[in-house]
């Protein structure tokens, strides 16, 4: 068959998979080419605490099997398949089968990297022991799961979402829990020291210990084998299994080492239409940095939704290009939210830790009000924050904290910041008002009656 054009699209999970398929889309006289070195190319990442809890096999995660992938999308996946190197300007590949070791050369026309990033854990002893996991992969989840037991001692370090979401998972799993918040924060870099105070009581009551410590150790028996680990204030913490949940970092390589640049943020640098500064090379996911729309910020934000949109941009320009006009990325709006404990917690926008780092003149009014009608059955108290930019009154960001209605109010957030609302306009919405949804004044619109109230007292 005569192809118009190939092209190499490397990295499976969400970014690969959704730019494969939107450049065969774009151009389906196309060669597109998936590569993928593990035998899973797609696969619900979000939802591994479920693994871990037990009540969902790993295996149901998978949203795509590569056979299936290939009839549905006309794509070709190759799986079990490492690239090792690429030279796109010369429009080579050098791949290995990872299971048999053999490798070989392809040409191909075009390249987008979505490698995406790799759990790290901290540079202390022994972060390698046996039964020390990080939290990423089925595989990760799956080794998580079979060494946790009913009664077993394990130590999640790390209360970002991904800390509190793996800490209620081994809880439910029947395991004695200690969760490390190194400073008491909970929720760092996503909400603001006063909101993420309120978490920390039911947090505590749980059915696991808090402590505001950080790991500085992981002692090992004569096997190997997690036995305990240290902290900060020199406690020795016994367990038998310890999860790091400290955070991801860009994998980046294969794009340097083919003489991408690396952003301020330390992802791949990229133009609004996800290309890197490589002939024919373009990037996505969560291995590029992306423009944050709130302060123009170049910023590394590893999450589904900003991976599936900057693979459609990508795919759309490496196929088109010369073909058409582009696509652009128009930046992102961070939303993130968590339901764990009982409770909900969502953040949009920048903290206003963030919007000081960024030097904007920011303040901040917090409130709490119903999240339903008082007397409804659920109803229960939401705390609201709202960062503002003076003078004019700019909405920067939101977070919000309670029981209940939490998360999907924050969604309202997320065009009014996009679109640089002032804070009086969200005083002029309409916002529901029915007694099981929502009280007759909604808690965003009395975080912005004190957010007026700041500006003109």
Same mark, same amino acid.
């Not at 010369?90 to 990297?113: H, P």
């Not at 993420?196 to 009581?201: E, G, Q, S, V």
């Not at 890197?276 to 090379?281: E, F, I, K, S």
């Not at 099981?436 to 004190?450: E, F, G, K, S, T």
């Given at each position: ?151 077993? +001692? #394990? *130590? !999640?370090?790390? =209360? $970002?979402? /991904? ?5 209620? @998972?081994?809880? %439910?799993? &029947? ?41 500085? +150790? #992981? *002692? !090992?028996?004569? =096997? $190997?084998? /997690? ?5 900060? @204030?020199?406690? %020795?913490? &016994? ?50 940095? /992306? ?167």
């Amino acid at each position: 068959m005569r192809y118009s054009q190939s092209i190499a699209v490397i990295g499976g999970v969400a970014a690969g998979p959704a730019a494969a398929a939107e450049a065969k889309r774009t151009d389906p006289d196309a060669r597109v080419v998936l590569f993928e070195r593990g035998g899973v190319i797609s696969y619900g990442a979000c939802e591994i605490p479920l693994v871990i809890e037990g009540g969902v096999p790993s295996q149901d995660l998978i949203l795509f099997g590569a056979q299936e992938f290939e009839e549905e999308k006309g794509v070709e996946v190759r799986i079990w398949t490492n690239v090792d190197r690429i030279a796109p300007a010369r429009n080579r590949l050098w791949a290995r089968d990872t299971k048999s070791g053999a490798s070989w050369e392809e040409r191909f026309d075009k390249f987008i990297v979505a490698t995406g990033a790799v759990a790290t854990r901290p540079q202390v002893e022994n972060a390698n022991a046996k039964n020390a996991f990080v939290v990423r992969t089925l595989d990760d989840a799956d080794a998580v799961r079979s060494s946790i037991q009913p009664g077993l +001692s #394990v *130590v !999640v370090a790390g =209360a $970002g979402y /991904v800390g509190l979401e793996v800490a209620e @998972a081994a809880v %439910r799993a &029947g395991a004695r829990v200690t969760l490390l918040a190194p400073g008491g924060r909970i929720l760092p870099g996503y909400l603001d020291d006063e909101l993420a105070t309120a978490l920390a009581p039911s947090v505590k009551t749980s059915g696991l210990q808090l402590r505001a410590e950080r790991l500085t +150790s #992981v *002692v !090992v028996d004569p =096997a $190997g084998r /997690v036995q305990a680990v240290m902290t900060d @204030a020199r406690e %020795r913490i &016994g367990c038998k299994v310890v999860v790091f949940a400290t955070g991801v970092a860009p994998e980046t390589a294969l794009a340097t080492e083919a003489g991408a640049r690396i952003g301020e943020s330390g992802a791949l640098r990229v133009t609004d239409s996800m290309k890197t500064n490589v002939p024919n090379l373009w990037a996505c996911g969560d291995c590029v940095e /992306v423009r944050r729309v709130v302060d123009d910020k170049n910023v590394h934000v590893p999450l589904s939704p900003v991976a599936y949109r900057t693979a459609r941009v990508a795919a759309r320009n490496a196929a088109s290009s010369g073909r058409g006009g582009s696509s652009k990325f128009d930046g992102v709006c961070p939303a993130s939210a968590v339901k764990v404990f009982g409770f909900e917690a969502a953040s949009v926008g920048l903290t206003l830790a963030q919007a000081n780092e960024s030097g904007l003149d920011a303040f901040a009014v917090d409130i709490e009000h119903w999240s339903r009608v008082k007397l409804y059955p659920g109803a229960s108290r939401l705390k609201v924050r709202f960062v503002v930019e003076r003078p004019r009154g700019r909405l920067l960001g939101g977070q919000l904290v309670g029981n209940d209605g939490a998360a999907m109010r924050a969604n309202v957030l997320v065009p009014l910041i996009r679109d640089r609302w002032q804070i009086d306009r969200i005083d002029n919405l309409d916002f529901v008002y029915n007694p099981p949804v929502a009280p007759p004044l909604d808690p965003l619109y009395i975080a912005a009656r004190a957010a007026i109230r700041e500006l003109r007292p």
